[in-house]
């Protein structure tokens, strides 16, 4: 098998995780080359390009692209900006998974995100300190929607403990509680724009389980993209349809959960022996919880 073809059968069959973590990944790998041809051909590389991707903190810049709200939570320009974002997303979006579904996780990093965005883009009009130069700030980077998955994890299971090289084992709710408060006592130091994303990220995130533990999930809209228009079949007149209760918040998610733990498996063997290795069986388990993964 194909380097390319394994890349495009990861791509499709992975979890909505490996897919967040492959979009940042191509959109950072083509920015960069774009800038090496560039360099090339006599232009200096510089942010002149990148503000089509970054998010401006003016109000005037940010109505002329508007779609820079979604695109600047994947874009990096940074090499260990990315590779710090990407190994907090996979950790944390593990655990996340371990108790949550994938379009909840889709959801969580994209509303984090446009929630920082929010927060960077009031602190640059609002404030002071921040006002007369919101006309030239932008921010980038997947940072605010990372924090978001985070902190929802670390609010959903605050007990849990992860390993941290150097400190041992430590307890979600530490880590959160650290997290913020580097993030707030760095504002002055550098980078305030980025930080005070973080912290929109972050509200979102623990306001997102507060909410989903009242029987509110914030993530429920993106439901409407898996909502496909199918040809009508002819029914028959002798058919019978029959109609099952709906799931439970508990019953989706512990299905979900062993769902995730059933694909894991097979992406396991997939990352051992490749695609070709799988049994026909293991092929549709795949395929049909890729399906259903954004349901």
């Known amino acids: 098998m194909s380097i390319s073809k394994e890349i495009k059968d990861s791509f499709r069959f992975g979890s909505s995780l490996t897919q967040l973590i492959y979009i940042n990944l191509a959109i950072f790998l083509i920015y960069s080359l774009v800038r090496v041809i560039m360099f090339i051909g006599g232009t200096q590389p510089g942010s002149s390009y990148a503000h089509w991707l970054a998010v401006p903190a003016g109000l005037h810049q940010l109505l002329s692209r508007p779609w820079t709200l979604l695109t600047y939570m994947f874009f990096h320009e940074n090499f260990l900006h990315i590779l710090f974002n990407l190994l907090w997303l996979y950790w944390f979006g ?25 927060f960077f883009i009031a602190a640059y009009n609002i404030l002071p300190v921040f006002r007369a130069i919101s006309s030239e700030a932008m921010a980038l980077g997947a940072s605010a929607s ?20 150097f400190l041992g084992e430590v307890k979600l709710k530490y880590l959160a509680l650290a997290t913020i408060i580097i993030d707030i006592i760095s504002i002055p130091v550098s980078n305030p724009g980025g930080h005070i994303a973080h912290l ?5 995130g623990f306001s997102f389980i507060k909410l989903l533990n009242r029987g509110t999930d914030l993530t429920k809209f993106l439901n409407i993209f898996s909502r496909v228009k199918k040809p009508k079949a002819h029914r028959s007149k002798n058919l019978k349809v029959s109609y099952r209760r709906p799931e439970t918040d508990y019953e989706y998610n512990r299905r979900k959960a062993n769902e995730q733990k059933s694909i894991d498996r097979i992406l396991d063997k997939i990352a051992k022996s490749g695609y070709d290795s799988l049994s026909k069986e293991e092929k549709e388990t795949l395929f049909r919880m890729k399906n259903d993964s954004v349901n």
């Open 94 to 118: 593990r655990l996340f998974l371990q108790h949550l579904s994938q379009r909840q996780l889709v959801g969580v990093y994209l509303l984090g995100g446009i929630t920082g965005a929010i």
């Open 146 to 165: 990372v924090l978001a998955v985070v902190i929802a994890v670390s609010t959903l299971k605050p007990n849990n403990s992860i390993y941290i090289l």
């Open 200 to 204: 929109g990220g972050a509200v979102f």
